[in-house]
């Protein structure tokens, strides 16, 4: 009786998982990475169940990272567009290739688990680092860079230093 009961909800289950609308997922990657900084990647899933959903999330890294064991879990509400973002940290400059968004779906029964493969393929340029020029310039904006060590700016005529020998105009400092 058990038996029978049980393979009822598991048969009640695949069918629930395997309806056409189910799940959709995309990555959503910048123009182009920073070298040796924090780069943000977001992936978006839609649950188009008319129930709640539990999903594991495996987002094929690019082999540069070396990271073979990401998993991403969440419980996904009917109708919601889940929103979730990871940081990942280039170190060499070049093409990055991610590969495909694997996402597993259960339903609150969890009897039975389906896979959604997302051909989700794409390719970021990692530049060098981008971040760390934006900040040098915003500093060399407000003549601060000087202060935090970075770079001596030679101003003209304020110093008794000197590269040639030029004769005394008027107005020149003593």
Same mark, same amino acid.
């Given at each position: ?72 879990? *969440?419980?996904? +509400? ?10 990942? +940290? ?14 597993? *779906? ?33 500093? *060399? ?6 202060? *935090? ?20 105009? +008027?107005?020149?400092?003593?």
């Amino acid at each position: 009786m058990i038996l029978v009961l049980l393979s009822i909800l598991l048969v009640i289950d695949i069918i629930a998982l395997y309806q056409s609308k189910g799940l959709s997922a995309q990555r959503i990657l910048p123009e182009k990475f920073s070298n040796s900084d924090s780069n943000t990647v977001k992936i978006q899933i839609k649950n188009a169940y008319s129930f709640k959903v539990f999903a594991e999330v495996i987002d094929e890294l690019p082999i540069q990272f070396q990271k073979r064991d990401f998993l991403y879990t *969440a419980e996904i +509400t009917s109708s919601e567009n889940y929103e979730f973002e990871y940081e990942v +940290t280039p170190l060499q400059r070049g093409e990055y290739i991610f590969g495909k968004l694997n996402v597993y *779906a259960q339903s609150i029964l969890k009897l039975a688990k389906i896979r959604k493969v997302f051909n989700a393929e794409q390719m970021v340029k990692v530049y060098p680092s981008f971040i760390q020029m934006k900040k040098l310039d915003f500093l *060399a904006i407000d003549n601060r860079i000087s202060q *935090a060590g970075l770079k001596k700016i030679r101003r003209l005529g304020h110093t008794m230093e000197f590269e040639q020998i030029k004769e005394y105009v +008027t107005g020149d400092d003593v």
